[in-house]
Each structure stands twice: as C-alpha cells, then as structure tokens.
C-alpha cells in the first residue's frame, strides 16, 4: 500500500507502533478529551459524515467538532483524491471576536503516556487569551522515522501535519522536541517540492513550544498557580539548543506560590532519551540517565520539572528504580495548577498542601 493511501485521521503516532506493536485503528481519545475543554465553539452545520477512500470519517475543523465527528459545512463535496488535502475557504472563527488562534499539537507521549499535559498546556492558552483547537487529523512529528533514515515517511507525516493546522495562526506543542521538528526539520524536509516548500516555511515560522510561547510572544509573566515545595529543572537537548528555552520556563516558575527552585548540576546535560536513542543505544542512554539522576539528588528537590515528556519519562524510570522519593512533572502541570494527578511514575496520589 502507497504511504499516502493511509488516512491521517486513521494513523496512529509512529511511537505507538514501536511501544505497542500493532497499529490500532481508531480515533484518539485524549485528543478527543482535549477537544471538549478547549476555548473553541463548533459551528452548527450537517450531521452527515463524510466519505472519503471507502472510509467514514469526519473533518474535524474545531475543537467541538475534533469531539463530535461533525465536518465544517464550508468543506462541502470537494472530491478530495487520495493524499490530497485541502483547506476549508470557511473557518470555524468567522463572525466571532478575534483572538489569536492556537493549533495544540498534543504529541504522541503526551497523547498515550500523560493526557493531562495537554489539559494543562490548553489551560494555560486559554489564560493568555487564546483560542485553542486541537486538530484530531494531526499524529506523530515524524522524529522515529527521521531519525531513522526514513525521508519519505517524515516527509508524508509532515505534509498531512502542515494541512491540519493550517487554518491556524500558531502551532504550540508541549514539547521542544516536537516543536523543533516542525519549526526547523519540515520546512527542511519539503524544501525541494514546489508545492509544499513555502506552506512548510510558513508553518514552521508560527510553531512554538508552549512555555516559549506564553513568554515570547503572549508576554505572559506570571500565573495563578501554587505549589508548596522544592523543584529542579532539567533543560531538554531540542528545548534548548534549537529553540532557545532556558529562562522562560523558570520566569513562570518564578511566580508560582509556595515554590522553591534550586538549580541542579549540569542542568543542560542530556538526559539519554534522545527518542530512538535510547532504543540503539541503552548502554549509553542508563550511564547518561544516571549522571542525571545523580545531579538531581545533589540539590534535595522533592519535585523534576522539564519541559519535555520524553526526558521525564526516562528520568522517573530511572528514578523509581533507583527508589528515590522523588515527584516528576511536566512544567506545564505546574504552572496550569493542574497537580492533583498523581505524578509521573506514581500510582499513589501526591499530597499537596
């Protein structure tokens, strides 16, 4: 089967078939979750589905219609053809008070591994006055399959990508090494086709990560949050060395209530993850995940942030195994306020004062 004849809207995360094994058809259903929280009021419009390559599906252009399966009437009957997409001459938007509109790109870890991640980065953009819609088209970033060598594949993951947030006036990923993929490697990838090479650089000049974008281009300086302990943080490789996040996320941490943070050792070493990294090279990734752990230990935090699931995921592995009580989050959970979840790695329930 031609890569393209799969549908978007049917392919699952790439790091899904890895961790899983199998390819499970079906929609998404923390996107879905993520879609009834958001800002975003679904136009009325047609109950009918469409059909499209023999298959059922719907279009989903907001974020109520992400949820309800119910297409945008602007779409119409556009005999789309296989691989072909198309944009909407209508947007969900229209008639409606402008505010800037966000495109959540909610990642594959974040999908399968932490849900409320996307909750709390949907929070957090409602807060700095955005419209958020969570695409339910959008799957992996392509990295499994760019790290590995397989061009085609990204590139194919990157076009049906750049489609679905098109309509949008910023992407936000919770995650730097995500964002990095889209701002920096899609327009990259698609540089040498006529037809995609502008659409990829306009896409991946609105593409941000998501603490980056409250700070930079949202101005936002404080948030509504408490938490009353200690926290380090750990600098994600992609965060850091392509999109330049350092300060940002400490500026908000700053103003949180209750909370101390203390600089650990070497916060910008890696942590070993590196996605397929850890996969080709365990050896290497457990003697860099254990300099890390060992770095963390040396400040006496009660509490990991960082900015990517990736990284924390294989640092609260490390860490359980280790036995150290040690919490791990997601900066965003923090700053959204969003901590009564149990942490990562944790199936009892953090108390929080």
């Not at 969570?134 to 993951?157: F, H, K, L, M």
């Not at 941000?208 to 938490?227: C, N, P, Q, W």
């Not at 999109?243 to 996320?249: A, E, H, S």
């Not at 860490?319 to 923090?334: C, L």
Request: proline fraction near 6%; charged fraction near 25%.
């Amino acid at each position: 089967m031609n890569r393209e004849e799969i549908l978007p809207s049917r392919r699952r995360p790439l790091l899904h078939f890895a961790v899983v094994g199998s390819i499970f058809q079906g929609s998404c259903p923390s996107v879905e979750g993520m879609s009834k929280h958001s800002a975003c009021s679904a136009p009325k419009g047609d109950e009918q589905d469409r059909q499209i390559n023999g298959s059922k599906i719907g279009l989903p252009i907001s974020v109520g219609q992400c949820y309800r399966k119910r297409p945008h009437p602007g779409f119409g009957k556009t005999g789309r053809r296989k691989g072909e997409f198309v944009q909407s001459e209508q947007t969900p938007w229209q008639d409606q008070p402008r505010k800037p509109r966000v495109g959540l790109f909610v990642t594959c870890l974040v999908d399968l591994f932490r849900p409320s991640v996307g909750f709390a980065a949907i929070k957090l953009l409602n807060q700095a006055g955005c419209e958020v819609g969570v695409p339910e088209t959008q799957t992996c970033c392509g990295q499994p399959a760019y790290n590995s060598g397989d061009r085609a594949d990204a590139a194919a993951i990157a076009r049906q990508v750049i489609a679905a947030f098109e309509a949008y006036d910023y992407v936000v990923a919770p995650s730097g090494s995500c964002a990095g993929m889209l701002r920096i490697h899609f327009p990259a990838l698609l540089r040498d086709e006529p037809a995609w090479s502008e659409r990829a650089e306009r896409f991946g000049e609105k593409v941000h990560e998501l603490i980056s974008f409250l700070v930079d281009i949202r101005g936002m300086t404080k948030v509504d949050a408490r938490y009353y302990g200690t926290a380090t943080y750990h600098d994600s490789c992609s965060g850091l060395r392509e999109l330049g996040i350092k300060n940002q996320p400490r500026r908000l941490l700053a103003s949180v209530d209750g909370l101390t943070l203390k600089e650990m050792p070497d916060a910008e070493t890696c942590c070993g993850f590196g996605g397929t990294f850890s996969v080709k090279y365990p050896d290497i990734s457990n003697a860099l995940v254990e300099k890390k752990t060992d770095a963390i230990r040396t400040v006496e935090s009660d509490l990991l942030l960082a900015g990517d699931l990736g990284c924390l995921l294989n640092i609260a592995g490390k860490i359980k195994r280790q036995g150290t009580p040690q919490a791990v989050r997601h900066v965003a959970e923090v700053l959204a306020d969003m901590t009564d979840e149990p942490a990562i790695g944790d199936s009892s329930k953090i108390a929080r004062s």
